[in-house]
């Protein structure tokens, strides 16, 4: 891995010429007020909100006796704490149910457009923004979730917020932030067979740490990245608040376009053709500066799995789990606490272990893309008989889709059970928890203790590498088992 530090303490720009990054082109154009050396107020052009860090913001708003802003520039659904089977049931769980019908409420009143449950757009919110047009090229976007970083893909500053941050927005539609420092991280080169885009965000933080872009905002650019469809991009995105990034992006390119053109929200005739215009000029000038800069290979990913109980402790599917010798002296206690909890051993090969539950979901891999990937790899195979797997589509869309192109009955024969839309086992706030002391592979972003129920062991890993361990019962190299390209699964 290289690096290189900008050690200048203000920026400086040749013959007088201002070189703009893609992240200073979007920041400077929403810039309201510039409190003088502090924070600036940003205007948010599209607020996100779901039913669990939006009801206290509400309340908020109804003691003061005001309105949503500007109602027209927030839309809702509901996706954290919603069942993921029998949606057409009431939600049997207390407190899901009330934040449920708390956003149902909060939004009739407010104006607020709601995707709920029953809605044919309803799905995961950094899902169906992108799927319905909703996330352009340089917008800032923000919601009440860590995982907004997923819109950056787009060429857009998108970021989480507090609770009190959510009222904010929806009282004034302006937001009190710093501007973080700049990072780019640059991955050149082709990827191996059975690396995808999963692979490389988790290599990535193999190699900086779950801190390594604390403070920052990162532009994730190199060839390796360019060559990644939306989706594939959405997945890089996602993770970077996994690296202590305040968010994460991509410059638009054709290949943004292509994805955008024709959705139901984005512009159309000459109103797409002046929004192109303007998305295009949306790129880091060449001699622009950054804080940081990191440059990796894209032939030195292998499909990657996590051990521990950060994203950043990952390791190469055929690499042994680290010893405390082979680590620094700050991450030795970390890495004792969490190989206990996972019931792991230093030094010893993570290839073998076996695998209670398959997760293939959440926002970071559960589009259209990532089924579609799975299902090819299965098709004509069957799961293992001691494995429970759960595939959870991010939308109705994506549940629509896989239903149309056969999907579905590709899994079922496989002996997967495909559900309905939400975010599911990738966090403990549903009823789709793992079970205490169960090993999941899980194609989520997160393996915090008790992240996926109280007890449950996670290792984080690509769509791939989970049909793997589906299939085989125990992790596995899917390298060993790609007998050819992956075939699109027939209608």
Not at 301 to 309: K, L
Request: proline residues 5%; charged residues 20%; hydrophobic residues 35%.
């Amino acid at each position: 891995m290289s690096v290189t530090v900008n050690k200048e303490l203000s920026r400086s720009f040749p013959s007088g010429a201002r070189a703009l990054t893609l992240f200073d082109k979007i920041w400077e154009k929403h810039i309201v007020k510039q409190i003088g050396g502090g924070p600036s107020v940003i205007y948010i052009d599209k607020h996100f909100i779901h039913e669990v860090t939006s009801p206290q913001a509400f309340n908020g708003l109804n003691k003061r006796g005001i309105k949503v802003f500007r109602p027209q520039q927030t839309v809702a659904t509901a996706d954290h704490n919603v069942p993921t089977l029998n949606q057409h049931l009431p939600i049997k769980e207390e407190l899901s149910r009330k934040q449920v019908e708390a956003l149902i409420t909060n939004c009739a009143e407010h104006g607020v457009e709601l995707y709920g449950l029953g809605h044919p757009f309803q799905g995961i919110v950094h899902v169906i923004g992108p799927e319905l047009g909703i996330t352009q090229p340089g917008m800032t976007i923000v919601c009440g979730d860590s995982h907004t970083s997923t819109h950056g893909a787009f060429g857009c500053i998108a970021f989480g917020i507090g609770t009190s941050e959510v009222e904010m927005v929806l009282a004034t539609q302006c937001l009190l932030q710093a501007k973080p420092k700049l990072m780019r991280i640059n991955v050149d080169g082709e990827l191996n067979k059975g690396v995808v885009s999963k692979d490389i965000v988790l290599y990535i933080l193999s190699k900086i740490s779950a801190s390594g872009a604390t403070g920052h905002a990162v532009e994730f650019a190199g060839s390796a990245i360019r060559s990644l469809s939306m989706e594939a991009r959405m997945t890089i995105c996602n993770m970077s608040i996994e690296m202590g990034a305040r968010c994460g992006l991509i410059a638009p390119d054709d290949t943004t376009f292509d994805y955008m053109k024709d959705r139901p929200q984005t512009p159309k005739g000459a109103l797409w053709e002046a929004s192109l215009a303007y998305w295009k000029t949306l790129y880091s000038d060449g001699n622009a500066i950054f804080d940081k800069e990191i440059f990796l290979k894209a032939e030195d990913i292998e499909p990657m799995i996590t051990y521990g109980t950060n994203p950043g402790m990952g390791i190469g599917i055929n690499d042994n789990i680290p010893t405390a010798e082979s680590i620094n002296e700050t991450d030795k206690s970390g890495l004792s606490k969490s190989l206990a909890y996972m019931g792991l051993t230093e030094g010893t090969p993570i290839k073998g272990q076996k695998v209670d539950y398959v997760f293939i979901g959440s926002c970071t891999n559960s589009r259209i893309e990532d089924l579609r990937m799975v299902a090819s790899f299965v098709k004509g195979k069957r799961k293992a008989d001691d494995v429970e797997v759960w595939v959870v589509p991010g939308s109705k869309q994506v549940e629509k889709q896989a239903k149309e192109e056969g999907i579905d009955k590709v899994f079922e024969e496989a002996g997967f059970i495909l559900r309905q839309p939400g975010c599911s086992a990738c966090l403990g706030m549903n009823e789709d928890k793992i079970p205490a002391g169960k090993y999941c592979i899980s194609t989520s972003n997160r393996n915090f203790e008790g992240r996926q129920g109280p007890g449950a062991r996670t290792m984080l890993a690509s769509p791939l590498t989970a049909a793997a361990a589906a299939i085989t019962g125990k992790v596995v190299d899917v390298r060993e088992l790609l007998v050819s390209e992956l075939e699109p699964v027939e209608n």
